[in-house]
């Protein structure tokens, strides 16, 4: 049973358009969520992280959104580049447990 | 540079043949981990260490077996391979911390005929 679900399997935006991913997760005791991107070839980058008493998190054109009550995680991405294209995968873990569950990656396409 | 190496990169093998997929990590890191990657499933855990000596099962352990004898490597053992662990494989490692992120290896192509 999957306890992190990411439900759209591709998105497809254009160039300097916002791009928003999303993630849903079952388990209440997650405290800690991030951002993976992953270029075909290469093994899953860290983009962006959220511990669980926060709502929002911005690191350059990247913001993470959380919504506890709804047990949702976002991602946007402001402006989109041709070089964002790539699968994003969210993540989170349990505090104390080093454990870590993945979502299954949503495609992304940006075009010029 | 800070990296986790894995190697090999690409690996065909046949069924029962024993294999070894190494990973390296030289950022200290106390844990390491191994994931599979399957199409529609995400990344799955397979073992986990949190220290030397110190290895525990993650979600799909079936069929592997994993060793750290050392900090800084973490190598996934497949002792009869078998199709259904045709996958693609990351090794990854992180500080012992609340806050701290996985850090990734590029990855195993492994096809079993």
């Known amino acids: 049973d999957q306890q992190v679900k990411q439900n759209s399997p591709s998105l497809s935006v254009q160039e300097g358009r916002i791009s928003i991913l999303n993630c849903d997760y079952t388990?209440?005791?997650?405290?800690?969520f991030l951002w993976y991107k992953k270029y075909p070839a290469e093994g899953p980058t860290f983009l962006i992280s959220i511990s669980s008493i926060k709502d929002k998190n911005e690191d350059g054109r990247f913001t993470v959104f959380l919504n506890k009550s709804a047990k949702h995680l976002s991602l946007h991405i402001v402006p989109s580049q041709p070089g964002d294209s790539a699968v994003y995968f969210c993540a989170a873990r349990r505090y104390n447990f080093n454990k870590f569950y993945f979502g299954s990656g949503t495609k992304l396409n940006v075009k010029p | 540079e800070a990296q986790v190496t894995q190697n090999p990169r690409y690996l065909i093998t046949v069924t029962g043949k024993k294999l070894t997929v190494t990973c390296s990590q030289n950022?200290?890191?106390?844990?390491m981990s191994w994931y599979r990657q399957d199409p529609g499933l995400g990344l799955r855990q397979i073992y986990y260490s949190m220290n030397v000596e110190v290895t525990d099962k993650g979600d799909v352990p079936e069929g592997y077996k994993v060793s750290r004898k050392e900090k800084r490597n973490f190598p996934l053992i497949l002792e009869s391979p078998s199709p259904n662990q045709t996958s693609l494989y990351f090794c990854?490692?992180?500080?012992?911390?609340?806050?701290?992120?996985?850090?990734f290896g590029n990855g195993t192509r492994l096809t079993v005929t």
């Open positions: 990854a490692s992180s500080l012992i911390d609340s806050q701290a992120p996985l850090h």
């Open positions: 388990n209440s005791m997650f405290d800690y």
């Open positions: 950022m200290n890191h106390e844990y």
